[in-house]
């Protein structure tokens, strides 16, 4: 098993940062690929961001270039740098840990997920 727990949302004006945190405990060994979804009032969880074991990333169209995923394999803790957010960014976050085999994605899990809310 492996344990998620995220932290860093918040309430922020839109043109403004801030920053998620997800620190992995558990089976740390099980997984090889770590992201961010996010789930708007009415609306499908959507990716956000991905980061395998090897530090290549991925993206959401509609974060390029305003969001940076990163992590530190010393603390087991994932980030999502948020800048220049905008209201359509609010949502509730997710932190997401899996493996995935060839083209099987496995052992999912999932964080608690944390609030943010981008006023105009």
């Known amino acids: 098993q492996v344990q998620l727990v995220e932290s860093g949302g918040g309430l922020v004006q839109a043109g403004g940062s801030l920053r998620l945190s997800c620190a992995a405990s558990g089976s740390i060994f099980s997984i090889n690929v770590m992201g961010w979804y996010r789930q708007a009032p009415g609306k499908q969880r959507e990716l956000v961001a991905l980061?395998?074991?090897?530090?290549?990333?991925n993206y959401a169209d509609s974060v390029k270039g305003r969001f940076t995923i990163s992590r530190d394999a010393a603390k087991n803790t994932m980030y999502l740098q948020m800048n220049s957010l905008q209201p359509e960014d609010t949502a509730v976050y997710y932190c997401?840990?899996?493996?995935?085999?060839?083209?099987?994605?496995?052992?999912?899990?999932w964080g608690q997920g944390t609030q943010v809310t981008v006023s105009s």
């Open positions: 997401n840990a899996h493996r995935v085999r060839g083209s099987l994605r496995m052992g999912d899990y």
């Open positions: 980061i395998t074991q090897g530090d290549s990333t």
